[in-house]
């Protein structure tokens, strides 16, 4: 029998219970989240389960909803089966005050750079992470310039000096 | 901001016994801008460790602000070696997100342009991996049909390196006469030049001794590692985006998924000039699907999708309905429905994702760009430890690291 969202869903629920939240099939990629701190043991039992090993971690990044209090701060995964090519997408919520998220780093060697990624645009610490430090920005940069309360420059300022960036 | 105390001695540098080589930022033979940072013991090494970045253009940030349209000249930055697959990728994307059904000459002409993209991107792999060890020769004799498919993509939309090719819901115009010349010549003139890279290379004993056996990685790291493209199908798994999850009409073609055995350098070289084989037979099969449209079938080029695909010139200054729905697109002022969607492509490199979610807004809430490049390149360090400095040049140019779509 093919592996369905249905199928992973009634696994889920079955093994968690209430801890799995939010459960949607948004253009048919099952997407459900999970209380920050079980987010390892979600991971590890789609992971070792044989009748779901979702071993590939496709993509993890983070969304900011500044209006979200206590769940500011949302982590993604994304999941995928490749034998039986199944995708799903799992979310983890935390607030900015206290961003801390277990690492995925033990189970997907990928997750390494994925997770510095994220710290370094939105500054989700990452617990257990063997090399936390930025990766694209520069390391003395002192905030997490892809949090909503950076916008990006107004567009009609007038108020600098454009010679200096040769558009004067 | 710390204070800019740059200029200090790690602990202990006087006495250690190895050599710390910075390869980069700048180092010709790193092809692009990122950083290693080598413990040498002689010319082997200990530790490595890559930094990224020196080219991070905040993609993601920007795209918070603009409107659909205007993100597909972002996406052309990311793997500039092919352009055009990033920019159907993201229309993909946006049509996904909007249930847009493109006809299928759309579709098809979608395919030729992403598989000459294909074919470009790994050609310039291939023959780096030649000049690497050596051998320059070879890489002039497949440039000049690189440049051949750049005028092909002139003919198309205009531009040559950062495309801007098509729009949501198909192309901003028809090939021309001129694109499908040029395209008949490169299918009857590349397999020439393809054919004499391979010579040059293949069998020959110093390329094979280069190659054979370095920059190894086993099937199980590389899919812990999130490999995925030829750079996993090196090591032996089949894993195509193109077939596991068809887009474009993919699914109408037939191909094969060339595999390696070792997942070394030379595994990934001959997995790339086998893929450009297969990519030579697709546009093949596309260029005949589409010469069978009939009628007018043959001059469909884009769908109906008003909101978002710009009307035509003339119409915009004849009619009404034109008019409002050209300055509601220029002006970005459409209205994206709240979604939440992940498309991805089989990008020169691997699976290019695109994870969008919309609010409601007029651009995107977040978008987040799934670049293979960025995710594989962090096993570079545990793939050249222990390994020579001369290898670890050539693992860099076989993995086919782009820094644009490293650092987005």
């Known amino acids: 029998m093919p592996l369905t969202n249905e199928i992973v869903q009634s696994r889920l629920t079955e093994k968690f219970g209430d801890i799995l939240t939010g459960w949607e099939e948004p253009y048919g990629m099952l997407t459900f989240a999970a209380a920050r701190e079980h987010n390892l043991k979600v991971l590890n039992f789609l992971y070792d389960e044989d009748d779901l090993a979702f071993r590939f971690l496709t993509d ?58 994220t710290y370094d645009f939105y500054g989700v610490n990452f617990v257990g992470h063997p090399n936390l430090k930025r990766v694209l920005n520069v390391d003395e940069m002192d905030y997490f310039p892809m949090r909503k309360e950076f916008p990006l420059e107004d567009q009609t300022r007038i108020d600098k000096d454009d010679e200096m960036f040769g558009r004067g | 901001m710390s204070d800019h105390n740059h200029i200090k001695l790690p602990e202990g540098s006087i006495g250690k016994t190895t050599t710390t080589l910075n390869l980069g930022p700048t ?16 010319e082997r090494i200990v530790k490595a460790e890559a930094t990224v ?7 993601e940030k920007i795209a918070e602000r603009r409107p659909l349209y205007q993100i597909t000249t972002l996406t052309d930055r990311l793997n500039y070696c092919s352009s055009p697959i990033n920019n159907m990728g993201w229309h993909l994307t946006v049509e996904k997100m909007l249930g847009i059904k493109t006809p299928k000459r759309v579709d098809y002409l979608r395919v030729i342009v992403m598989e000459l993209a294909r074919i470009t991107d790994h050609l310039i792999c291939t023959s780096i991996v030649g000049v690497d060890a050596g051998a320059f020769t070879g890489f002039l004799y497949v440039m000049q049909y690189r440049e051949l498919v750049y005028e092909i993509y002139e003919e198309i939309c205009g531009a040559r390196l950062t495309t801007n090719m098509g729009r949501v819901g198909g192309f901003e115009r028809n ?20 054919k004499e890279l391979e010579a040059l290379l293949v069998r020959n004993r110093i390329f094979y001794e280069r190659t054979r056996g370095t920059g190894a990685i086993s099937a199980e790291r590389a899919l812990n590692y999130g490999f995925t493209g030829p750079n996993l199908r090196a090591t032996g798994v089949d894993y195509d985006v193109r077939v596991h999850e068809p887009y474009s009409s993919y699914e109408d073609f037939e191909f094969q998924i060339p595999v390696g055995t070792t997942g070394d350098n030379h595994d990934r070289f001959i997995v790339r000039t086998e893929e450009i084989w297969q990519s030579l037979s697709i546009i093949e099969q596309a260029y005949r699907k589409i010469q069978s449209f009939k009628g007018a079938e043959a001059e469909v080029y884009h769908a109906d999708v008003p909101e978002y695909y710009l009307p035509a010139k003339e119409d915009v200054y004849t009619k009404m309905e034109a008019l409002i729905w050209h300055f509601k697109i220029v002006m970005g002022e459409t209205d994206i429905p709240p979604a939440e969607v992940y498309q991805a492509v089989e990008g020169g490199n691997g699976e290019l994702g695109y ?54």
């Open chain 1, 60 to 117: 993890l990044t983070a969304v900011h909803y500044p209006d979200r209090a206590g769940e500011e701060l949302c982590v993604v995964y994304h999941l995928h089966n490749l034998v039986a090519n199944l995708r799903i997408r799992l979310k983890v919520y935390a607030p900015v005050s206290q961003p801390d998220v277990y690492t995925a780093t033990g189970l997907f060697s990928a997750a390494n750079w994925m997770e510095r990624e």
């Open chain 2, 53 to 59: 970045g020196y080219i991070h253009r905040a993609f």
């Open chain 2, 355 to 408: 994870y969008l979610i919309s609010d409601g807004g007029r651009s995107p809430y977040r978008l987040h760009f799934r670049r293979p490049c960025f995710i594989y390149y962090q096993a570079y360090e545990e793939i050249v430890k222990g390994s020579m400095l001369s290898d670890a040049v050539i693992t860099m140019s076989s993995l086919n690291l782009i820094a644009g779509e490293m650092d987005a």
């Open chain 2, 27 to 42: 180092h010709p033979a790193t092809h692009g801008v990122f950083q290693n940072i080598l413990e040498l013991d002689g």
């Open chain 2, 175 to 194: 090939f021309s006469a001129a694109a499908w010349e040029k395209l008949e010549r490169f299918l009857k003139e590349y397999p020439k030049a393809q």
